[in-house]
């Protein structure tokens, strides 16, 4: 059973520094790029970022640019969404995504990715 757990979404200030981690179980890891995307309240999913298989490619939506890092360990079977300089529109439910975009024109389509954790809230106050 394939399993996707994200953790570290809580209450932070704007500015603040936040890190996301999804733990993976259940697929091989090493064969699958991994995204993150977040939904806030009314508004439809978008994408956050994702990364390569191997973790030598990443592609950011435009305003997480600069600001967040994404990461996968391959040895953990884990990815990460280092945030920083949070602001109060990065407030969402943040999602991570297991899948095999065809190109890197699919990282940041939702339709690549076959498999979705439960979410992790993130909420930044000002």
């Known amino acids: 059973q394939v399993q996707l757990v994200e953790s570290g979404g809580r209450l932070v200030q704007a500015g603040d520094s936040l890190r996301l981690s999804c733990s993976t179980s259940?697929?091989?890891?090493?064969?699958?790029?991994m995204g993150w995307f977040r939904q806030a309240p009314g508004k439809e999913r978008e994408f956050v970022a994702a990364v390569s298989r191997s973790g030598g490619s990443s592609y950011y939506e435009d305003s997480a640019k600069g600001r967040f890092t994404i990461s996968r360990d391959n040895a953990e079977n884990t990815v990460y969404l280092q945030m920083n300089s949070l602001r109060p529109e990065d407030t969402a439910v943040y999602y991570c995504?297991?899948?095999?975009?065809?190109?890197?024109?699919?990282?940041?389509?939702?339709?690549?990715?076959?498999?979705w954790g439960q979410g992790t809230q993130v909420t930044v106050s000002s």
């Open positions: 259940g697929l091989p890891f090493n064969n699958y790029a």
């Open positions: 995504a297991a899948g095999k975009p065809y190109s890197a024109t699919y990282y940041s389509d939702a339709g690549a990715y076959g498999y």
